[in-house]
Every structure is written in structure tokens, then in C-alpha cells.
């Protein structure tokens, strides 16, 4: 058989492109400019795509496919775009340093990582019998690590659009858990889920701009009116 | 013993030969992609020859570290040079050292640097020297971390080993660990032969100096030493890159084939890095200094992580 | 056909109050809509007590006691909130409220875009207790986050805003911990059913094979949904949206938030809880809850001794009531999930009509701050200042109201499952709570007169707040059959470990 037929070429490829989100999830906590920390978004999720692809075409499950293709169209094409013009309309280029200097939160990033890693040991059943999910172990410790940087970052940056693109990667990481676990959920579930994030970041992206308008900055450290 | 001698002796002229002339072409190729002529491939000899050929003209304040600095330079990169596996899997000087050795070598040659930049008495020389300590310090680490995952994997810290127990085995560098330990490894080759966006070789302006602000004061055969052991210091990082991550074509007998064979493939790999070296720089804008520290942080987390896959991929 | 119908009405109200054109129209279909609700909500809780469960297509749809039960209170919020609602924005533009706005938008489309976002909202809410399948309910909770954020901004002030960017936020990050929670118990289902069934979420399915999953999976399972439903509840230490979104959302929006909402993430909770009790025995759930459920009190307690505002007094309040409910599914027993459920019926009766009153102050007296609004309220609005008074005695567990007898069970089931130093925290809290209520309410509503006009309130709102404030009073002494009946099945479900 051809090489690509291999499943063992199909698991190093899933692994390198697993590798490479995680890299893409740490250049974005160490990313300054919002139209970069977009496409970083933007790329990681394509290779989550093309994960979900290469997963659909070794273990022949054509539902992965559908997952994929939604993923494609929502996270790489259209979220994106609407994010742009989002910066292009508030005018906004610019992070501004974040409550943690860049270099300590690169590191904290590393140790969530491997926190990430431990915590996917624990899902590792060599000699669990009935589950046909074998790549749980490599990229549900990626998804774990997605998940935990995206928190980090939530609370960590300061301008609402990259909490906004901290939660998107949040869900990125919750997405690669469930394709590495159960191959993804029903169908209808995964539907549904794509159907809430788009209608979330349209939501949010409206609050983004308003925020912006009332606010002039989008310094969310500035919405500090309600206490007690 | 003859054959190991022979072979020393045929690597060293190589490094010494070599170098200049892949300085020369990152330079052209530079100049090509920025639509100019460029000073072409070997202007860096002739930049040699005629420097050894200058007189000297040094400091007074200067003490024996101005001279020891060159030669430091020059001698460690130079050594370097005989542990890394070229050509031929089996490094000449492989006995004598491994990983640590050549970090450590390395390190010597920077250190003198660094004691020379300040021993001028100028202040752009201690800035200089301020600013590379700086960044050699955080790129350290992660060189070091990026070398020990090869070394991981191939269970040893002797170079030749790595390359040796690499060429069996295929598809290996699609690994995450590899993978990951090269972007760590190539961040820390931008950082330490400072190319853009770490430094600006081609600068005139005193203040966004890094490396020449340490070598302003010096000239003739001195600067003529140390802009050698930069360019044997370039070659020697390149070459650790491409040769523990793809050693592909490095030659395991004396045969004269698989010695041609092993000249071809490494000269054609120091070219393909070169050109990526180059697109980088092209691409990029030179950092401010106070950004260096991320880029180096990104690198450190990078050879964490490729440590820790070592263990769990 | 119940159930479909029970989804549909408000879509269908939703969809025709985005193209009414004038304000009483959209008034109309709100409370149409809303009284239909109710009646098929009451059509399903009989239904589900002669049959046990109803599903529909194809079982996508399921509804057995407990879901009837939440689906009743949710309705019985709604129609409370429409028929609040007329009156409280007839005040609004009556008062002005909407010309000092500087979009220049018409008060017409502003209600347009209550009266088509509020019935989406109650939809979503319904589905959260109809669904079968555990990731719809999540998108369905999800969903509510997102049709309530714009319900949030309703008046456009930088508070608002502040408000609903938190809301979104926090409930994000929270409703993210769910899935991934959802996601883990599917994972820990699939090891014994495998991953080809299309029902592999569905919890009437999944409630049946609950105690071969994996354990450790299923642990790690359920503090992620507590995490995540904790969320949307309002559990400390997740609670901090809440005072915020209550003060700044409409009257009408934070009673449904409060006493709807709350039941549906509650309900989420207990899905989960059940299937974790099935598989690894009910203490480690129960220890969890503790914790939160105290926690939950604990937070409240201070925030209400010292407090500026009334509506983030209320906010607290919520807060609290969320914990006392954790709490009494922790405690467990035969009582435990009865005092819980009891809970849950008389709150959510309880608790718009005290957001009723706290809205008509406010709009009387335009700000929501203690200090301001001075005291002897019941001067100037008599009715209101009565009711207030009456539901504060209500809300805090006061006897003869009904929350006190809810209250009660719950404590009796600490004793009982021997967790006394739980029970001792709980009535601590209960009575710091009461006390700080007591002080501020009645230092609102007695006292002398201060001399404020006399209120002119609507006489939508004065009716809802008798009607409301008559049940309240009724059932402090008599509680109809059905209802009992409905509430001990559905927590007969809760308790049912083999």
C-alpha cells in the first residue's frame, strides 16, 4: 500500500499537527498584535480541521468529515473575517501589556502544558477493550494544555477581543478532546455547538464594538464600575 | 589513528574554508531578495585577506584580554568545529567531548568576547557586551534543551552517536519532539549569530549594535580573527542543526563514494538552511531589545515541550 | 405534541413580536404566548404523573417528572414576567426613560427588542429540561446565555455594558467547563456502549447503564459540570456575574434570570448529579456540594449584611438560595431531594414578586441605592411597601411562608444523613441572612414619612404583585395535591440509586 495508506504515517501525522497547535497556542499568548493573534486562531484552526480530516479518513467515520468541513468554514473562514473588520472598524491594532509580562506567561504556558500532559495520563487505558479511540492519549494532552492556556489567557490579557479569541481557543481545545475521545459526538450535538460559537462570537463581537464605542478603549481593566 | 588525524585535519581546513563563503552567500542571497546585486559570494575572503594585511591600531587602555580575545574566538569555534559530525557521521574530536563541550566551548569563546568589548574602555563596548550577555543567557538554556531531547532520544551526549543512531532510523524527524527542539534550536542559531530580529550585522548605528558594538575598536589581523570565528561559529550552529536533526547522506565508512556523497548532501542542506535563514531575516523587522527576552522565552518553552514529548509522544 | 408545542409557541411569539408594529401588539403576543405556555406546561405535569415520561421525535425529546416539574415553574415565571412586564415599561416610557437616550431609538423598537428576545429566551429555557440528549441541553443553556446578553443591555448605560460583557464572559468560560464535562461523561459512557449509537448522550439511555462507567472519568466528569452549571446558577465561587446582571438588567429579565434560569442550571446539575450518584455512590457528589453549597452561603452573607443597593441585594439573596438548594440535594435521604425540589417550586413563586418590588421602587424613586431612597416607603406606595415587607418574611424562610417548610426539610435532612456541622453552618447563615434583609428592607419600607409624592404605578404591575403576592400568602398554608404529587415523583427520580 501507498505510504499515506499507512495508519502509522496517519498517527505521526496527527501528532506533528497536534505539536504544531499547541506551538500556535503559545505564539498567541506571546502575540502582540490582534490581526496576528486572528490568523494564529485562523491556522490553529485549520490544522484542527485537517486533524479531524486525517482522523475521518484512517478510521473510516465519515460524521468526522461533516465536523471538519463545519470547522473549516466557521473557525478558519467566516469567524475570522468578522473578527477583522471588527479591528477595522474600532481601529484598535494593539495589545497592551498584559497583567503578566510575556515572557512569564510563555513560561506559565509551558507548565500548564505539562499540567495538561499529567492530567492525560490519567485517560490512558492501554488495556481498555471496547473503545476504538486510540489516539486519546497525544491529542487529548494537547487538548487539555489548549484548554488550560486559553483560561490563562482569558484572565491574563486585557483587551476584549483577545478574550474573546482566548474563549474561541478554549473551545478549540475542548473540540480536539472530543475527536481524540469519543471521535467527536453525535452529530446533532456537534451541529449545535458550532451553531452556539458562531452566534457567541457574533454576540460577543457586537458587545466588543459597543464596549469600544461607550468605553473608548477596550481595556476591559477600565469596567470596573460594578462593586460590592 | 592516521585516519582520525587525516580526517581532523580535513575537517578543520573545511570549517576554515567554508565559512567565509557561506557567509558570502547569506549576504548575496540577502541582497538578491531585496532586489540588489549584492557584494557576491566571496567578497567575505577578500574582506580576510585584506584585514590580515592592515595594521593594527588598538586602544591604550587596552590590557592582555584585547589580544586574548580574538584568539579565544577563533580557537574555540575552530575546535567546535572538530566535535560536530560534518561530513562523515564520526566527528575527528568526538572523544574528546560531547553536547555539554561544545555548549561550554562556545560559551568560553562569547565569554572573552564579551571581556574584550569591555576591555576597550569604550562605552559602546560594554554595551555591547551587556546586550550579548543578556542574550546569550536566556538562549542558552534553550539550546541546551533543544541538544539534551536529541540526545534523548539517541541515549547518548556524543554527537557522533546521535547522528549515527539517527540514520537508521526513517521518519523519525517527523516526530513532534524534532520537530519542536528544531524551532527552539533555529531560534537560538537567529539569536547567537546575531541575525535579524535579534541583531543587525549590516548596521552602521552604534546604538542597535549587539555583536559589533563589542568588536568596534578592533581591526586588522585581530578583526580579521574574529570575523572568522563569527562566520566558523555560524557554520558550526548550522551544522548542528542540520546534522542531529537530518543526517541524512553523512557518510559511516572512508569510502571514497560515500565521502563525495556526504560533502554533496551537507553542502546542499547548509544551502536550503541558509535560505531559510535568509527568508526569515527578509520577512522580519529587527526587535527591540526589550522583546528579545519573549522570543527567547518562546524558544525555552519550545525545548521544554520537546523534552517533555520526548516522554509522552 | 405537547412537548413540540411547548417549544414552538414561543418561537412562534418570538418571530411575530419581531414584526409587530405597535406596542400593545407585541404586549399582547407576549402574554398570549405566556398563558399558553402554562397551560401545556400544566397538560405535561398531568401527563407525566399518569404515564411517567413522554417523549418525542424519535426521543430526542423526553420529559418525566422532574422535567415537568422545572417546565411548570418556568412557565408560572413567565407568565408572572408578562403580565410585570406591561406595566413596568408603560412606567418606563410614561417616565421618560427611553427619550434620554441618546441612540435616538424609538421606544417601540427597544420593546420590539424585549418582546422578541424574551420568548426566544424562554424557549431556549424550555428546552433545556425537555431535551434528552445531554449536549443539546448544553447547547440549549448555552443559548440562553446568548439570547439573555442582549436582554442584559437593554438600556444601553455603560453599566449595562459592563454587566453583560461580563455575563457573556464568565457564563463562556463556565458553559466551556460543561461541555468538556459533557464531553468526559460521554467518553466515560462510550467505554460501555460504544461510540457508533446515536444515543450514546441520551440520558434516559445513559441513566439505565450509569454504574458500569468509568470511574475516574466520571469524577473528573462531574466537577467540571459542577464547575460548569455551577456557573450559570450563580454557585460561588463562580457568582461574581450576578450582582452586576441583576442591578442592571430590566425587572422583568432579572426575575426570569433569577428564578427561572436558576431552576434550568439546577436541573442540568441534577441530570448529572444522578448519573454520578448511579456510578460512584452518592458521597462524592454529596461532599462536593457541601462545599459549594456552604460556600455559596458563606458569600451571600456578607454582601447582604452590608449592601448599598436593593437590586444587588437581591442578587445575593439569589446567590444564597442557589447554595441552599445545592445543599439540600447534598444532604441527600428521602428528604434531602424532596426539600430540594420543594425549594426550587416555592423560590421560584417567591422570588420575581420580590424583583416586582424592588422594580416599582426603583422606578418611583429612580435610583436603587439605600441611602437615597431614605425610608418609610410604605407612605408613599402603600401597596408595594406592603408587599415588600411581606415577601422580604417570605424569601429569608420566615414561618408560615412556604420556603420555611422547605427550609426545615432540608435541615431535617442533615440530621438525619448525620451531617451536623453542615446544618449548624446552614442555620448560621440563615439567620445572618434574615437579619440583614430584615434591617434594610424595613428601614426602606417603615419609618416616617419623608414626604416623597405619591406613586402613580401602572395597574398591570399593581395586580401582578397582589396576585402574586396572594399566592405567595396561600401557599404558606395549602399546597395543592397535583403539585405535591409532581414534586415527590420527580424527586423519587433524584433519589433512586439502583
Redo the contacts between chains.
Keep these: 500500500m501507498y505510504f499515506y495508506q499507512d495508519p502509522q ?1 496517519g498517527e ?2 496527527i ?2 499537527m ?3 497547535v ?2 500556535l497556542q ?2 498567541m499568548v ?1 502575540q502582540r498584535w490582534l490581526v496576528t493573534n486572528i490568523r494564529v486562531f485562523a491556522a490553529q484552526s485549520f490544522l484542527l480541521a485537517s486533524i479531524a480530516g486525517t482522523i475521518a479518513y484512517y478510521n473510516h467515520a465519515p460524521h468526522i468529515y461533516i465536523a471538519a468541513a463545519m470547522t473549516f468554514a466557521v473557525k478558519v473562514v467566516f469567524l475570522p473575517i468578522l473578527m477583522e473588520r471588527l479591528v477595522a472598524k474600532i481601529e484598535i491594532r494593539q495589545e497592551i501589556e498584559p497583567l503578566i509580562n ?3 506567561s ?2 506559565i ?2 507548565g500548564l ?2 499540567v495538561g ?1 499529567v492530567v492525560a495520563e ?2 490512558y487505558h492501554p488495556e ?1 477493550g ?4 486510540t489516539l486519546g ?2 491529542t487529548l ?1 494537547v487538548a487539555i494544555s489548549l ?1 488550560l492556556i486559553g ?1 490563562f489567557m ?1 484572565i491574563n490579557r486585557r483587551k ?1 477581543l483577545t ?1 474573546v479569541l482566548a ?1 474561541l481557543s ?2 478549540n481545545g ?1 473540540f480536539l ?2 475527536i481524540s ?3 467527536g ?5 456537534e451541529v ?2 458550532f ?2 460559537v458562531l ?2 462570537t457574533m ?2 463581537g457586537i ?1 466588543v464594538y ?2 469600544s464605542e ?2 473608548d478603549s477596550m481595556d ?1 481593566s477600565k ?4 462593586r ?1 | 589513528m592516521i585516519t582520525t588525524l587525516l580526517a581532523a585535519v580535513f575537517q578543520l581546513l573545511l570549517v576554515l574554508c567554508i565559512s567565509p563563503l557561506i557567509s558570502g552567500i547569506i549576504k548575496t542571497l540577502k541582497a538578491r531578495l531585496q532586489m540588489r546585486r549584492g557584494p557576491g559570494v566571496l567578497q567575505s575572503y577578500r574582506n580576510l585577506f585584506k584585514l590580515l594585511r592592515k595594521q593594527m591600531v588598538m586602544p591604550d587602555t587596552a590590557s592582555w584580554l584585547f589580544d586574548a580575545a580574538p584568539v579565544m574566538v577563533f580557537a574555540t569555534a575552530a575546535v567546535v568545529g572538530l566535535l560536530i559530525p560534518m561530513i562523515t557521521a564520526q566527528a575527528p574530536l568526538s572523544l574528546f567531548g560531547g553536547v555539554l563541550a561544545v555548549v561550554y566551548l562556545l560559551g568560553l569563546g562569547r565569554f572573552f568576547l564579551a571581556l574584550g568589548g569591555l576591555d576597550t574602555g569604550s562605552s559602546f563596548g560594554g554595551l555591547g557586551s551587556s546586550r550579548e550577555m543578556t542574550i546569550s543567557s536566556l538562549a542558552e538554556p534553550a539550546m541546551m534543551l533543544a541538544i539534551f531531547t536529541v540526545a534523548l532520544s539517541a541515549n547518548s551526549t556524543n554527537l557522533s552517536e546521535v547522528a549515527r543512531s539517527a540514520i537508521g532510523q526513517s ?1 523519525r524527524f ?3 519532539s524534532q ?2 527542539a528544531f ?1 527552539a534550536l533555529f531560534i537560538v542559531l537567529i539569536a547567537e549569530t546575531g541575525r535579524i530580529p535579534v541583531d543587525n550585522p549590516a548596521t552602521h548605528l552604534e546604538l542597535t549594535m549587539i555583536h559589533e558594538a563589542m568588536i568596534l575598536e578592533y581591526s586588522g589581523p585581530y578583526l580579521a580573527l574574529i570575523e572568522w570565528g563569527a562566520s566558523i561559529k555560524q557554520l558550526i550552529l548550522m551544522t548542528l542543526l542540520i546534522n542531529t536533526f537530518y543526517p541524512f547522506g553523512l557518510s559511516t565508512n572512508w569510502s571514497g563514494a560515500s565521502l563525495a556523497i556526504g560533502c554533496g548532501t551537507y553542502l546542499l542542506k547548509l544551502l536550503i538552511l541558509s535560505t531559510l535563514i535568509v527568508l526569515v531575516e527578509t520577512a522580519n523587522a529587527k526587535m527591540r531589545l526589550f522583546r528579545v ?6 524558544a ?3 525545548g ?2 520537546a523534552l ?2 520526548t516522554f ?2 | 405534541m405537547v412537548l413540540a408545542a411547548l417549544l414552538v409557541i414561543p418561537l412562534l411569539a418570538a418571530v411575530a413580536a419581531f414584526v409587530a408594529r405597535r406596542r400593545v401588539e407585541m404586549e399582547w403576543i407576549n402574554l398570549v404566548a405566556a398563558v399558553l405556555t402554562l397551560t401545556f406546561a400544566v397538560v405535561l405535569a398531568g401527563s407525566t404523573l399518569q404515564s411517567g415520561s413522554v417523549s418525542a421525535w424519535g426521543g ?1 425529546l423526553y420529559a418525566d417528572a422532574l422535567s415537568a416539574l422545572v417546565v411548570l415553574l418556568v412557565s408560572i415565571v413567565y407568565a408572572a414576567c408578562a403580565v410585570y412586564a406591561v406595566g413596568y415599561f408603560r412606567d418606563d416610557e410614561t417616565n421618560g426613560v427611553f427619550d434620554e437616550d441618546s441612540d435616538g431609538v424609538p421606544a417601540v423598537d427597544r420593546l420590539r427588542k424585549y418582546y422578541s428576545l424574551t420568548p426566544l429566551f424562554v424557549c431556549l429555557m424550555l428546552l433545556v429540561p425537555l431535551s434528552n ?1 445531554l ?2 441541553m ?2 440549549a443553556i ?2 440562553t ?2 439570547a439573555s ?2 436582554l442584559v ?1 437593554f438600556y444601553g448605560r ?2 449595562s ?6 455575563y ?2 464568565i457564563g ?2 463556565g458553559l ?1 467547563m460543561g ?2 464535562g ?3 461523561t ?2 466515560s459512557a ?3 456502549m ?2 457508533e449509537t ?4 441520551n440520558w434516559s439511555v445513559l441513566v439505565t447503564k450509569a454504574a458500569q462507567f468509568d470511574k ?2 466520571m469524577r ?1 466528569a462531574f466537577i467540571f459540570i459542577l464547575m460548569g452549571y455551577g456557573t450559570k446558577a450563580g454557585i460561588a465561587p463562580m457568582h461574581t456575574w450576578k ?2 446582571v441583576y ?2 438588567a430590566p425587572v422583568p429579565v432579572a426575575a426570569m434570570l433569577a428564578a427561572a434560569l436558576l431552576n434550568c442550571a439546577l436541573y442540568g446539575l441534577l441530570r448529572f448529579f444522578i448519573l454520578t450518584s448511579r456510578c460512584l455512590g452518592p458521597e462524592f457528589a454529596s461532599q462536593l456540594l457541601i462545599i459549594f453549597g456552604l460556600l455559596s452561603m458563606a458569600v451571600a452573607v456578607p ?1 447582604i449584611l ?4 436593593f437590586r ?1 441585594l437581591l442578587a445575593y439573596s439569589s446567590i444564597d438560595h442557589g447554595g441552599i438548594m445545592v445543599l439540600g440535594l447534598a444532604f441527600g435521604g428521602p428528604l434531602g431531594a424532596l426539600g430540594m425540589l420543594l425549594h426550587m417550586t416555592f423560590h421560584s413563586i417567591t422570588k420575581p414578586l420580590l424583583f416586582f418590588c424592588a422594580g416599582n421602587v426603583q422606578q418611583h424613586l429612580k435610583t436603587d441605592q439605600f441611602r437615597q431612597a431614605k425610608g418609610g416607603l410604605i407612605h408613599a406606595m402603600p401597596i408595594t411597601g406592603a408587599v415588600f415587607l411581606l415577601t422580604t418574611l417570605a424569601v429569608t424562610g420566615s414561618p408560615p411562608f412556604s420556603l420555611f417548610q422547605s427550609e426545615f426539610t432540608i435541615l431535617r435532612a442533615a440530621f438525619d444523613g448525620h451531617h451536623i456541622l453542615p446544618a449548624v453552618l446552614f442555620v448560621g447563615f440563615l439567620v445572618m441572612i434574615f437579619a440583614g434583609f430584615l434591617i434594610h428592607i424595613a428601614r426602606l419600607v417603615l419609618g416616617e414619612d419623608p414626604g416623597t409624592p405619591h406613586a402613580q404605578i401602572s395597574d398591570w404591575k399593581k395586580y401582578s404583585l397582589i396576585g402574586l403576592g396572594a399566592v405567595v400568602v396561600i401557599l404558606g398554608f395549602w399546597l395543592p395535591a397535583p403539585l405535591f404529587a409532581l414534586v415527590q415523583s420527580a424527586a423519587r427520580i433524584v433519589r433512586e440509586v439502583h
Excluded: C
Excluded at chain 1, 459526538?185 to 450535538?189: A, G, R, S, Y
Excluded at chain 1, 469596567?223 to 460594578?226: D, S
Design positions: 504515517f505521526r501525522m501528532t506533528l497536534a505539536a504544531f499547541l506551538v503559545i505564539a506571546a510575556v515572557p512569564l510563555v513560561l504556558s509551558g502544558t505539562m500532559y490519567s485517560f481498555a471496547t473503545t476504538p479511540a492519549h497525544n494532552a484548554f483560561f482569558m476584549a478574550q474563549l478554549l473551545e475542548l478532546a472530543a475521545l469519543t471521535y459526538m453525535p452529530l446533532i450535538v449545535g455547538v451553531f452556539d452566534v457567541a454576540v460577543m458587545l459597543r464596549i461607550t468605553f476591559v469596567l470596573r464600575r460594578l460590592g | 521518519w517527523l516526530a513532534p520537530m519542536l524551532a527576552p519573549e522570543l527567547l522565552a518562546v525555552f518553552v519550545l521544554a515541550l517533555i514529548s509522552l509522544f | 430526542l440528549n449536549g443539546i448544553w447547547v448555552e443559548g446565555t446568548l446578553v442582549f443591555t455603560p453599566n455594558l459592563e454587566a453583560a460583557w461580563k457573556a464572559m463562556g468560560v466551556s461541555l468538556f459533557t464531553v468526559l460521554y467518553y462510550s467505554l460501555v460504544g461510540t446515536l444515543v450514546g448522550l475516574t472519568t473528573l450582582p452586576d442591578s442592571e454582601f452590608v449592601q448599598k443597593s444587588r
